[in-house]
């Protein structure tokens, strides 16, 4: 039977020490590797919100250490309880064939079940608002005008074509946790025979109908370099996120076209040789 109290499966590892929060989530080592990047790249926006890094117990000691150099508040926490027939429906290999995935390639590490642990930010109601930011995201500037925005705010998923407007991108978003916002979605989360063929992304877009946009520049997708390079301006980019293929894979399939933002996410990763953003040179075709 699954559970909606919402006290229940959050363990942080310290007290908060700000009423604002950027959020982030890691079940496996890889995302603990995209984290380490986001979180140094947060910091160095001068920012003084809480970085909460939620994760699971399946995430090493090792793997989180280097999290504690960017002072990240760790929130251990279960997968959300919900139905074994839910669980299968979204076992990789079922989303994968029910709604394949045509225009990129999800790495071996990505499992679509774990997405959406991401709704238990709305648990955090120690914040007032927070930001959620995918593990596989850097923060380019500081963005924390965006804890004014209302729930829901997301931008579109913008790296093809006008059409992308319609739907919203899951990897950056303004929320207000809430217990009772928190226990409503978990209800119509697991509905019988739901299936969620974008996982959280399109449970969110569903469940906020009426989502306020955020500017594309708040989640810049790193698509967007090589099909619609005339939108592409280092200056005005507040988010960068490496949706589908993530720059620590091997074999990357797009390594050479994304080669330049693949180098800035290692500065970030590694803290050095990180550039003057603002100088970088716009894509060549442009
Ligand atoms: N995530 C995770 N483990 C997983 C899948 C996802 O920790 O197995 C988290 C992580 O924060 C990741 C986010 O959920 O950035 C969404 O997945 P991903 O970024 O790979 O999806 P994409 O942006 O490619 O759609
Ligand atoms: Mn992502």
Known sequence: MTSTDPSEGLS????????????????????A?????LARSIRLTGTRADIVVL?????????????AEFQCRLVETDLLPLSDAFNERHQRRNVHEKAPF?????????SPLDNFC???????????????????AIVLKNIDRLFAYPE????????ESLADFHRLNSGVFVAQPSRT?????????????????????TFLQTFFPDWHGLPVTMNMLQYVWFNMPDLWDWRSI????????????????????????IDLWFAYLTGNGIPEIASLPNPACR
């Open 102 to 110: 045509t225009k990129g390639r999800k790495p071996e590490f990505h």
């Open 33 to 37: 590797l995209g984290a380490r990047a």
């Open 12 to 31: 942080p590892s310290s007290p908060p020490s700000a009423d604002h929060a950027y959020v982030t989530l890691v079940t496996n080592t890889d995302y």
């Open 238 to 261: 507040g988010v960068l996120h490496f949706q589908y293929e993530k720059p620590w894979e091997k074999d990357h399939p797009r390594a050479e076209i994304l080669q330049p933002l």
């Open 55 to 67: 994760h699971t117990a399946s995430v090493s000691i090792e793997a989180l250490a280097p999290l």
């Open 181 to 201: 916002t928190f226990a409503q979605m978990l209800a119509r989360l697991d509905a019988p025979d739901a299936f969620w063929p974008r996982t959280d992304q």
């Open 118 to 136: 991401k709704l238990r930010l709305w648990q955090l109601s120690e914040y007032r608002r927070c930001v959620f930011i995918d593990a596989d």
């Open 152 to 159: 829901f705010s997301a931008a579109p998923n913008v790296y």
